[in-house]
Protein backbone atom coordinates (compact mmCIF):
# COMPACT_ATOMS: atom_id res chain seq x y z
CA UNK A 1 0.00 0.00 0.00
CA UNK A 2 6.50 8.10 -2.81
CA UNK A 3 7.40 11.53 -4.78
CA UNK A 4 9.29 14.95 -3.59
CA UNK A 5 12.83 14.95 -1.45
CA UNK A 6 11.29 13.48 1.87
CA UNK A 7 9.04 10.28 0.30
CA UNK A 8 12.00 10.16 -1.91
CA UNK A 9 14.02 9.84 0.12
CA UNK A 10 11.88 7.87 2.76
CA UNK A 11 11.35 4.88 0.26
CA UNK A 12 15.01 3.66 0.09
CA UNK A 13 13.89 3.87 4.20
CA UNK A 14 11.17 1.96 3.58
CA UNK A 15 9.37 4.70 5.75
CA UNK A 16 6.35 6.13 3.64
CA UNK A 17 2.93 3.93 3.66
CA UNK A 18 3.69 0.67 2.16
CA UNK A 19 0.51 -1.65 0.78
CA UNK A 20 -1.44 -3.72 3.09
CA UNK A 21 0.80 -6.03 5.20
CA UNK A 22 -1.05 -8.45 7.03
CA UNK A 23 -0.59 -10.58 9.82
CA UNK A 24 1.39 -13.79 9.05
CA UNK A 25 -1.03 -16.33 10.07
CA UNK A 26 -3.68 -15.36 7.76
CA UNK A 27 -4.38 -16.69 4.97
CA UNK A 28 -3.04 -13.94 2.29
CA UNK A 29 -6.55 -14.21 0.16
CA UNK A 30 -8.74 -12.98 2.95
CA UNK A 31 -7.03 -9.72 2.52
CA UNK A 32 -7.73 -9.77 -1.40
CA UNK A 33 -10.42 -6.92 -1.89
CA UNK A 34 -13.17 -8.30 -3.89
CA UNK A 35 -14.92 -5.20 -5.41
CA UNK A 36 -13.30 -1.93 -5.39
CA UNK A 37 -15.43 0.91 -3.32
CA UNK A 38 -16.75 3.01 -5.76
CA UNK A 39 -15.13 6.27 -3.89
CA UNK A 40 -11.45 4.70 -4.44
CA UNK A 41 -9.51 6.79 -7.18
CA UNK A 42 -5.84 5.28 -8.40
CA UNK A 43 -3.68 8.69 -8.84
CA UNK A 44 -1.29 8.86 -11.34
CA UNK A 45 1.55 7.07 -11.16
CA UNK A 46 0.38 5.28 -7.37
CA UNK A 47 -1.06 5.88 -4.61
CA UNK A 48 -4.99 6.88 -4.11
CA UNK A 49 -7.83 9.87 -3.98
CA UNK A 50 -11.09 9.54 -2.44
CA UNK A 51 -14.30 10.74 -4.34
CA UNK A 52 -15.38 13.11 -1.53
CA UNK A 53 -18.03 15.31 -3.83
CA UNK A 54 -19.09 14.55 -7.38
CA UNK A 55 -16.18 16.86 -8.68
CA UNK A 56 -13.95 16.67 -5.50
CA UNK A 57 -10.92 14.09 -4.45
CA UNK A 58 -9.17 14.75 -1.47
CA UNK A 59 -5.87 12.76 -1.54
CA UNK A 60 -2.53 13.57 0.58
CA UNK A 61 -0.20 16.59 -0.62
CA UNK A 62 3.49 14.49 -0.87
CA UNK A 63 1.41 12.46 -4.24
CA UNK A 64 1.03 15.73 -6.54
CA UNK A 65 4.50 15.18 -7.99
CA UNK A 66 3.85 18.11 -10.60
CA UNK A 67 1.21 20.44 -12.04
CA UNK A 68 -1.99 18.44 -12.85
CA UNK A 69 -3.81 21.17 -13.95
CA UNK A 70 -5.15 19.83 -17.88
CA UNK A 71 -4.08 15.78 -17.23
CA UNK A 72 -6.96 13.01 -17.26
CA UNK A 73 -7.44 11.31 -14.36
CA UNK A 74 -8.99 7.72 -14.61
CA UNK A 75 -11.99 7.12 -12.23
CA UNK A 76 -13.69 3.55 -12.70
CA UNK A 77 -13.45 3.05 -16.07
CA UNK A 78 -14.06 6.65 -17.50
CA UNK A 79 -11.34 9.46 -18.41
CA UNK A 80 -12.09 13.41 -16.40
CA UNK A 81 -9.73 16.27 -16.85
CA UNK A 82 -8.43 17.79 -13.75
CA UNK A 83 -9.07 21.43 -13.27
CA UNK A 84 -7.52 22.72 -10.56
CA UNK A 85 -5.11 21.14 -7.13
CA UNK A 86 -5.27 22.80 -4.37
CA UNK A 87 -2.80 22.29 -1.55
CA UNK A 88 -2.86 22.68 1.99
CA UNK A 89 -1.10 25.74 3.07
CA UNK A 90 0.77 24.20 6.11
CA UNK A 91 2.17 21.01 3.67
CA UNK A 92 5.67 21.32 3.79
CA UNK A 93 8.80 19.34 3.09
CA UNK A 94 11.82 18.84 5.57
CA UNK A 95 14.96 19.59 5.48
CA UNK A 96 17.67 16.82 3.64
CA UNK A 97 19.25 16.75 7.08
CA UNK A 98 16.60 15.16 8.89
CA UNK A 99 17.03 11.61 6.75
CA UNK A 100 20.44 11.20 8.87
CA UNK A 101 20.64 9.76 12.27
CA UNK A 102 17.82 9.59 14.80
CA UNK A 103 14.56 9.42 13.62
CA UNK A 104 12.90 11.64 16.56
CA UNK A 105 13.76 14.70 14.57
CA UNK A 106 12.09 13.59 11.52
CA UNK A 107 9.58 12.54 13.06
CA UNK A 108 8.81 15.95 15.35
CA UNK A 109 8.49 17.74 12.09
CA UNK A 110 6.23 15.36 10.19
CA UNK A 111 3.67 15.86 13.11
CA UNK A 112 3.56 19.45 11.98
CA UNK A 113 2.58 19.73 8.71
CA UNK A 114 -0.75 19.05 7.03
CA UNK A 115 -0.80 16.12 4.28
CA UNK A 116 -3.53 17.21 2.55
CA UNK A 117 -4.56 18.74 -1.07
CA UNK A 118 -7.97 18.93 -3.09
CA UNK A 119 -7.93 18.08 -6.90
CA UNK A 120 -10.94 18.97 -8.58
CA UNK A 121 -12.58 18.08 -11.73
CA UNK A 122 -13.78 19.89 -14.73
CA UNK A 123 -17.25 18.37 -14.96
CA UNK A 124 -19.14 15.79 -12.52
CA UNK A 125 -18.50 12.16 -11.47
CA UNK A 126 -22.26 10.59 -12.02
CA UNK A 127 -21.11 6.49 -12.51
CA UNK A 128 -19.98 6.44 -8.76
CA UNK A 129 -21.00 7.75 -5.52
CA UNK A 130 -18.63 9.90 -3.60
CA UNK A 131 -18.05 9.10 0.10
CA UNK A 132 -19.21 11.25 2.97
CA UNK A 133 -16.40 12.69 5.39
CA UNK A 134 -15.96 11.99 9.11
CA UNK A 135 -16.17 15.08 11.31
CA UNK A 136 -16.37 13.86 15.00
CA UNK A 137 -13.59 13.83 16.63
CA UNK A 138 -14.15 10.54 18.82
CA UNK A 139 -12.13 8.25 16.42
CA UNK A 140 -10.32 7.14 19.46
CA UNK A 141 -10.77 3.13 19.93
CA UNK A 142 -12.61 2.98 17.09
CA UNK A 143 -12.54 0.24 14.18
CA UNK A 144 -11.35 1.37 10.60
CA UNK A 145 -11.53 -0.20 7.40
CA UNK A 146 -8.89 0.60 5.06
CA UNK A 147 -7.71 0.08 0.99
CA UNK A 148 -4.44 0.19 -1.44
CA UNK A 149 -2.83 -0.97 -4.22
CA UNK A 150 0.99 -1.03 -2.67
CA UNK A 151 2.85 -3.13 -1.57
CA UNK A 152 2.73 -6.20 0.89
CA UNK A 153 4.40 -8.36 3.40
CA UNK A 154 3.36 -10.15 6.75
CA UNK A 155 4.14 -8.85 10.51
CA UNK A 156 7.06 -11.30 11.00
CA UNK A 157 9.27 -10.76 7.26
CA UNK A 158 7.68 -6.92 7.38
CA UNK A 159 7.59 -5.29 4.26
CA UNK A 160 8.65 -6.40 0.48
CA UNK A 161 8.90 -3.60 -1.44
CA UNK A 162 8.84 -5.05 -4.93
CA UNK A 163 5.66 -6.11 -4.31
CA UNK A 164 4.02 -2.67 -4.97
CA UNK A 165 4.10 -3.54 -8.76
CA UNK A 166 1.61 -5.80 -8.53
CA UNK A 167 -1.54 -2.90 -8.18
CA UNK A 168 -3.08 -5.70 -6.26
CA UNK A 169 -5.63 -4.12 -3.96
CA UNK A 170 -6.25 -5.38 -0.99
CA UNK A 171 -8.58 -4.75 2.20
CA UNK A 172 -7.64 -4.90 6.42
CA UNK A 173 -8.81 -3.75 9.39
CA UNK A 174 -7.31 -2.27 12.38
CA UNK A 175 -8.06 0.37 15.57
CA UNK A 176 -7.54 3.99 15.94
CA UNK A 177 -4.75 3.99 19.07
CA UNK A 178 -4.10 7.51 18.78
CA UNK A 179 -6.36 10.79 17.38
CA UNK A 180 -4.83 14.02 18.17
CA UNK A 181 -4.37 17.65 15.71
CA UNK A 182 -3.95 16.29 12.49
CA UNK A 183 -3.19 12.67 12.61
CA UNK A 184 -4.60 9.54 13.85
CA UNK A 185 -2.51 6.53 14.03
CA UNK A 186 -2.66 2.85 13.74
CA UNK A 187 -0.25 0.07 15.09
CA UNK A 188 -0.03 -3.14 13.84
CA UNK A 189 -0.83 -5.87 16.87
CA UNK A 190 0.01 -9.59 17.11
CA UNK A 191 -1.74 -10.38 20.24
CA UNK A 192 -5.27 -10.47 21.91
CA UNK A 193 -5.74 -6.94 20.73
CA UNK A 194 -5.36 -7.85 16.84
CA UNK A 195 -8.69 -7.87 14.58
CA UNK A 196 -9.10 -11.23 12.54
CA UNK A 197 -7.93 -8.93 9.57
CA UNK A 198 -5.50 -6.71 11.31
CA UNK A 199 -2.95 -5.03 8.83
CA UNK A 200 -1.16 -1.46 8.19
CA UNK A 201 -0.20 0.25 4.84
CA UNK A 202 2.72 -0.55 2.67
CA UNK A 203 4.84 1.02 0.19
CA UNK A 204 2.31 2.87 -2.41
CA UNK A 205 -0.89 2.89 -0.27
CA UNK A 206 -0.79 6.84 0.22
CA UNK A 207 -3.82 8.51 0.37
CA UNK A 208 -5.67 5.44 0.52
CA UNK A 209 -9.03 5.68 2.75
CA UNK A 210 -9.68 4.91 6.49
CA UNK A 211 -13.21 3.73 7.09
CA UNK A 212 -15.58 4.36 10.24
CA UNK A 213 -19.05 2.58 9.57
CA UNK A 214 -21.34 4.62 11.69
CA UNK A 215 -25.47 3.98 11.98
CA UNK A 216 -24.97 1.52 8.74
CA UNK A 217 -23.15 4.49 6.51
CA UNK A 218 -19.68 4.99 5.99
CA UNK A 219 -17.45 7.34 6.19
CA UNK A 220 -13.77 8.44 5.17
CA UNK A 221 -12.05 9.06 8.89
CA UNK A 222 -8.48 8.70 7.37
CA UNK A 223 -5.88 8.68 4.60
CA UNK A 224 -2.52 6.77 4.67
CA UNK A 225 0.45 9.48 4.95
CA UNK A 226 3.21 7.91 6.64
CA UNK A 227 4.91 5.57 9.11
CA UNK A 228 6.53 6.02 12.42
CA UNK A 229 9.88 5.60 13.31
CA UNK A 230 11.95 5.29 16.32
CA UNK A 231 16.16 4.98 16.52
CA UNK A 232 18.19 4.85 13.44
CA UNK A 233 16.59 5.56 10.08
CA UNK A 234 18.97 3.45 8.32
CA UNK A 235 18.15 0.33 10.20
CA UNK A 236 14.31 1.05 10.31
CA UNK A 237 12.34 -1.85 8.59
CA UNK A 238 8.92 -1.32 7.53
CA UNK A 239 5.87 -3.32 8.61
CA UNK A 240 6.67 -5.05 11.38
CA UNK A 241 4.46 -6.58 14.84
CA UNK A 242 4.92 -3.01 16.79
CA UNK A 243 5.31 -0.73 13.44
CA UNK A 244 2.88 2.53 13.97
CA UNK A 245 1.68 4.73 11.12
CA UNK A 246 -0.11 7.83 10.88
CA UNK A 247 -3.04 9.18 8.83
CA UNK A 248 -4.35 12.32 7.75
CA UNK A 249 -6.95 13.04 10.41
CA UNK A 250 -9.97 14.25 8.36
CA UNK A 251 -12.11 15.42 11.26
CA UNK A 252 -8.75 18.30 11.77
CA UNK A 253 -9.18 19.64 8.14
CA UNK A 254 -13.12 19.38 7.98
CA UNK A 255 -13.64 23.02 7.60
CA UNK A 256 -10.31 23.61 5.66
CA UNK A 257 -11.77 20.70 2.85
CA UNK A 258 -15.93 22.43 3.19
CA UNK A 259 -14.63 26.08 2.46
CA UNK A 260 -12.10 25.47 0.18
CA UNK A 261 -14.67 23.27 -2.07
CA UNK A 262 -17.44 25.97 -1.84
CA UNK A 263 -14.92 28.93 -2.70
CA UNK A 264 -13.79 27.14 -5.54
Not at 25 to 30: A, L, R, T
Not at 111 to 135: R, W
Not at 217 to 236: A, C, I, M, N, P
Request: aromatic share 8%; hydrophobic share 35%.
Amino acid sequence: MKRIILFTILASLALPCFSIVTKHDVNKDKYLAKNVPEFLIDMPGEGHGVLIKPNWIVTVAHLIFSDYTGKEIVIHGKKFTIEKVIIHHNAKKPNSSLFEGDAKPLMDFMKTTSDVALIKLTEDVSHVQPIALYSDSDELGKEITAFGRGSTGDGKQGSIFETKRQKVLRTMTNRVDLAEGNWISITLDDNKNALELEGIDGSGDSGGPLIIEKNGKQYLTGLFSWDYVEGDLKSFKHGLYGGKSYQVRISNYINWLNETIKSN
